[in-house]
Nanobody, 122 residues
Framework: QVQLVESGGGLVQAGGSLRLSCVASGSGLKMVEMGWFRQAPGKQRELVAIVRYDGNIQYSESVRGRFTFSTDNANNAAYLEMNDLKSEDTAVYYC????????????????WGRGTQVTVSL
């Protein structure tokens, strides 16, 4: 069974930084796509950053230049380095991944983590 576990959220002052981590657990996994989404209170979940199967990384305009998305394929991990945080970045951040799991059914599926809270104070 595949699980995505996020960590690294917390409370930070505006202008500060946080680093989120996401690790996929399971055997023989192949990550097809990985990304970070966020959902602020009363708003829809939105894309923050995603790495596609071809290696291209896409950022939302609101975080471009401030956030950096990276992956560690050997450890099935993804990271989101967030700098110059603003109050509007306050949200629950979710890790998302399309994963091939040889022992799972279906073999390829879309997975979500439970989320980690990021709160940016003024």
């Amino acid at each position: 069974q595949v699980q995505l576990v996020e960590s690294g959220g917390g409370l930070v002052q505006a202008g500060g930084s946080l680093r989120l981590s996401c690790v996929a657990s399971g055997s023989g996994l192949k990550m097809v796509e990985m990304g970070w989404f966020r959902q602020a209170p009363g708003k829809q979940r939105e894309l923050v950053a995603i790495v596609r199967y071809d290696g291209n990384i896409q950022y939302s305009e609101s975080v471009r230049g401030r956030f950096t998305f990276s992956t560690d394929n050997a450890n099935n991990a993804a990271y989101l380095e967030m700098n110059d945080l603003k109050s509007e970045d306050t949200a629950v951040y979710y890790c998302n991944a399309v994963i091939v799991c040889p022992s799972c059914w279906p073999r390829q599926d879309n997975y979500w983590g439970r989320g980690t809270q990021v709160t940016v104070s003024l």
